[in-house]
């Protein structure tokens, strides 16, 4: 089974930036797509980027024109490049790989966004 685990999150004032990352135990080869989510308590996994494995994005529209999803085959490695935070953005973001019907998820990275 892939494992995925996710690091970069943290405490960081509105405006600012940090960029997470998600490194896969096998090849990212092996994944049709790619992609991160958050969830906040008591609510559903919301989409937040997805990469496909032909470099096509997709982002919600929460978060359109202040982050950027990329993958780095060579690492192994997606990553989330976000930007210009808002307090909003405050949640557990998660890392989400696909191939075919299988499905695998990370652990999560707590990102707060506050003053």
């Known amino acids: 089974q892939a494992q995925l685990v996710e690091s970069g999150g943290g405490l960081v004032q509105p405006g600012g930036s940090l960029r997470l990352s998600c490194v896969s135990s096998e090849s990212i080869f092996r994944f049709n797509d790619m992609g991160w989510y958050r969830q906040a308590p008591e609510k559903d996994r919301e989409l937040v980027a997805l990469?496909?494995?032909?470099?096509?994005?997709n982002y919600g529209d929460s978060v359109k024109g202040r982050l950027v999803i990329a993958r780095d085959n060579d690492k192994n490695t997606m990553y989330l490049q976000m930007n210009n935070l808002k307090p909003e953005d405050t949640d557990v973001y998660y890392c989400?790989?696909?191939?075919?019907?299988?499905?695998?998820w990370g652990q999560g990275t707590q990102v707060t966004v506050s003053s």
């Open positions: 989400k790989a696909a191939r075919w019907s299988s499905t695998y």
């Open positions: 990469i496909t494995s032909e470099g096509t994005t």
